[in-house]
């Protein structure tokens, strides 16, 4: 029962940061204030202008004369967009009973380029044009072709370890491609890549930090227990967060009788009870 409670409060510390938890306290304690957004050039209020409470991460919209409601506090940051006007943010100061704040935007112009229009004798003639036409190519179609070469160079990689093993079996060695220094440097490169993203993935489920916050063992001991968790990476890879705590406060109870027992933990009784535990 206290195993689980441990785990079941380190999860929820873990899915609710405190910035998360002081913006919801803040929120709760925030008041309703209006405001008005009008055009710095006519003075008429502007319609449909997305307000963004940049502290409290709270929205709204301005009705039709330019008007918004939304919670805040004195020193939020409140962020005004709308299509046809630049971009405004502004420190909220506070304000006095009856006063309605007004914020001027200011209109943005767009710099159109020139258009030309050609005329087609006939229907055929355009659609043979349309089909020939030839578009700039784009960072999506770039992105593409990278991976198309990707692809084929993984294939070329997969094959070449194909046939390794068929010529470590006994088969033909002269079948096996032979690959030039550029590109089995290549291919050791992205067996290191490959590396360093599994053991980015292992450490963000079992490392010091987590491992010190659900036993509260620091400095030497951290150390000891590390080792004597001895956990099998091909686990740590595939389990999920929970089950990978559960283990290790398995580990953590063996690790603290054993302990007891003989006063300190040494390689044999690690490895005992990593075997018996596995």
Known sequence: MQKGLIIFFYLLLGCFPVKTAVSQVLHFNSRIITGKLIDNETGKGIPFVHVLNESLRVSTISDT???????????????????????????FKGMKAGELPVTELVPRTYDIAEVRVF??????????????????????????????????????????????????RGGNLLSVPILSPEEVQRLKLKEIIKEEKIQSVIDKKFNREIVAGLTGLHDKELDDFMLFCNLDRQFLLEANQYEILVKVLERFEAFKQIKKNTGTIQKPFRHACSTFLS
């Open 65 to 91: 004369s330019g008007r918004y409601t939304i919670r805040g506090n004195t020193g939020d940051t409140l962020v005004f967009s709308v299509l046809g006007y630049l971009g405004k943010y502004i420190v």
């Open 119 to 168: 005329g087609y004798s006939s229907y055929s003639k355009f659609k043979q044009d349309f089909q020939n036409l030839r578009l700039p190519e784009t960072q999506t179609d770039r992105l593409r072709e990278d991976l198309n070469q990707i692809a084929l160079e993984i294939g070329k990689e997969a094959r070449y370890q194909l046939e390794m093993e068929k010529a470590a």
